[in-house]
């Protein structure tokens, strides 16, 4: 096959970030199914940002949420026994967006590994903290709970995705 972009007829098989795609070996251009070329594409933009492409998905939905102001996202470190969380604010006093995450987040948790919960505290502000709910203290929990709840953050996402009807 010839490249669509360039061209050249260089194209040949090959993994980025774990899928299988078709490359252009002359401009780079990549062929291969819609969804993995997006998720590719995101995990490009992940890189650029500075993101951790595994808490990727749901930062970018929640930035995109009007008037919630991310403060921290983390992709969770099951070595070091810290679970993924994200931190936000709300910039105003409308608590309607929270709500239809809270909506989405009951609707995520019938397919999760782990059940999900927002937290609520207080940081010269009050600041919500996105996490899993795991029961109990933090020293209990194992490398392997924390990394099943790394998998549940795709399907989170999407359920976020449909609730708000985030379009990108
Ligand atoms: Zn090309």
Redesign the pocket.
């Known amino acids: 096959m010839n ?6 007829s ?2 040949a098989d090959s993994i980025v970030y774990g899928y299988s795609v078709k490359e ?6 990549l062929y291969g199914e819609s969804t993995i070329l997006k998720k590719i594409e995101e995990l490009n933009k992940a890189k650029e940002m500075g993101i951790d492409p595994v808490i990727y998905p749901l930062h970018t939905l929640l930035s995109k949420v009007a008037n919630f102001k991310i403060e921290y996202s983390c992709p969770g470190f099951p070595k070091e026994k810290i679970a993924p969380y994200i931190s936000f604010s709300i910039l105003d006093s409308k608590l309607n967006a929270l709500e239809q995450l809270i909506q989405a987040l009951i609707q995520a948790n019938k397919k999760t590994k782990v059940h999900w919960m927002v937290e609520v505290t207080f940081q010269k502000q009050l600041l919500y903290i996105l996490k899993p709910n795991f029961h109990h203290d933090p020293y209990h929990i194992s490398v392997e709970q924390i990394s099943i709840s790394q998998k549940d953050i795709e399907i989170l996402a999407k359920e976020i995705e449909e609730k708000f009807q985030i379009v990108f």
């Open positions: 490249c669509k972009s360039c061209g050249n260089n194209v252009c070996q002359v401009c780079g251009y």
